[in-house]
């Protein structure tokens, strides 16, 4: 298990202790210099955009610091849950908080949530999450797989053009409901890279999985299907006014 411990130290640094887990934050230099190089462009693409874009590019630049520098970087190779929530910043704030800055308005809302729904269920494959796990390589492409299509995805719902384009959202919380209730209920951990590094926080694999899947149905599913209905109600009551 030491052995599975080093491989998955390559981006995120090796899993903490509960004790040492404020101070592991992820200092390395690759990581960094990418943050700070798509940063710095952003806010130049950006200096004569509105407020809101700036806020909102803000906003993606904080929550990326929070995914893959913060301690939370370092806590996702020791927990599962982590790893899913660490997901969830990418896919339910990141990505919609790039779209408001930057959208991207050419990709069919068809496709990108084709895209998305592929690698949402992909990394959840033990196989593919064992290969993400060994290898640096691997593990960039499915964050890139993961961030592209739900930025091009938010890119095209938060337009505003269409009331229908509301609608992809349903099957988008109802997927991650069917995911959170596979790994809640699941009767044996999947993803043995974390038997015992999740012991170091006090729970089994089991739980550690069964965490993760509550936390893909609560923070995960509530806040996209409140601003479903949002997003719905506010693009109704501008057609009834044209009306």
Known sequence: MDDIA????????????PQDLLGAWNLD???TIALTSCAAAGFWTLRHASALRQRAFGTATLFSVIAFISPLCALTVAL????????LILLSV????LALALPLLRVPVAASF????????????????SAIWDSVLWYWVMQVALLLPAWAFWSVILSGRRLLDVVWLIPLVGQMGFLGAIL???????YLEHLALAERF?????????????IMWVPGMLPIA????????GQLAATMRQA
């Open 6 to 17: 080093l491989m998955s130290q390559a981006v995120c640094g090796p899993a903490p202790s």
């Open 29 to 31: 230099p690759v990581v």
């Open 80 to 87: 599962f849950a982590a790893r899913s929530a660490h997901h």
């Open 94 to 97: 990141i990505a919609p908080a």
């Open 114 to 129: 084709i895209a998305l729904s592929a690698a949402l269920w992909l990394w959840h494959l033990p196989a593919l999450y």
């Open 184 to 190: 809640t209920f699941a009767n044996r951990p999947f």
């Open 202 to 214: 006090g729970i089994t694999a089991l739980q550690d999985q069964q965490l993760a899947g509550l």
């Open 226 to 233: 409140a601003l479903a209905a949002t997003l719905a109600w």
